[in-house]
């Protein structure tokens, strides 16, 4: 009888996390059915299974939510049921993209945000061309014109479906528009400054899930605001407004 109330139970959370709307109420309910152990945590893979690979649907930041909980607090025969069914992670990255993004997911499927700043903008700069027309490593606002759509579109969507939602270009684009494009305003909102003082690259910045939104990735403030305001006036964006 008792593991058929917690059946129940679970069950009624899970229809529960179906339709609740934002990351908060989303974590929180699910860290309850977390705590029902197997019996919960099952269910929670069950339901990013058929979410995922039966159901066919777009993948979400529920999904992110779900895979960050069980990936980091799982039981051990939960975590292996995990790793069988999304040993690559959420993302099946298409092989018609110019460049691997596989090392990238796994970085941030890890939490290791610092790292995946630096690949993201090792990505950008290839994709913009610099390593064959120069030794240069950094991006001038001409450069943004030539990193495709879809490129740009998986690595803004890796960052945000591994951080509950909080970091990606996509994220820092929203803030900057919400102060109508108010540079001072955006820096103090996303972290980049405090009490108008520039931060310290990289050990004044915040390298996990608790930075604000929009923290991450970085720009080099120090080259201006022309590559940022490029970067969130590529086309791809207009996808979304």
């Not at 893979?45 to 069980?70: A, Q, S, V």
């Not at 799982?74 to 690559?88: E, G, I, M, Q």
């Not at 820092?172 to 102060?179: P, T």
């Not at 400054?193 to 520039?198: C, E, L, P, R, S």
């Amino acid at each position: 009888m008792i593991n058929v109330n917690s059946d129940l139970v679970v069950s009624r959370k899970i229809a529960s996390l179906k339709i609740l709307i934002g990351t908060t109420k989303q974590l929180e309910l699910i860290k309850q059915i977390m705590q029902m152990g197997e019996v919960g945590q099952e269910a929670l893979l069950n339901f990013l299974i058929h979410r995922n690979m039966l159901g066919k649907k777009e993948i979400e930041i529920l999904d992110g939510l779900i895979f960050e909980i069980l990936y980091f607090e799982s039981l051990d025969s939960v975590r292996k049921r995990l790793n069988v069914f999304f040993d690559l992670g959420l993302i099946d990255l298409d092989s018609s993209l110019r460049l691997n993004y596989q090392p990238l997911q796994e970085l941030l499927i890890v939490h290791n945000f610092q790292e995946a700043d630096k690949l993201t903008q090792s990505c950008l700069c290839s994709l913009a061309g610099l390593e064959e027309v120069s030794q240069r490593n950094w991006l001038y606002f001409t450069d943004i014109t030539s990193i495709p759509s879809e490129d740009l579109l998986v690595i803004d969507k890796l960052w945000r479906l591994y951080s509950r939602g909080k970091f990606g270009f996509s994220i820092q684009r929203k803030i900057w528009i919400s102060n109508n494009s108010n540079w001072e305003k955006f820096w103090h909102q996303i972290g980049w400054k405090d009490n108008g003082i520039a931060r310290r690259y990289p050990t004044e910045f915040m390298w996990n899930i608790n930075a604000p939104y929009g923290h991450l990735p970085l720009f080099n403030q120090l080259r201006g605001v022309q590559v940022l305001s490029a970067l969130f006036k590529h086309i791809i964006w207009n996808r979304f407004d």
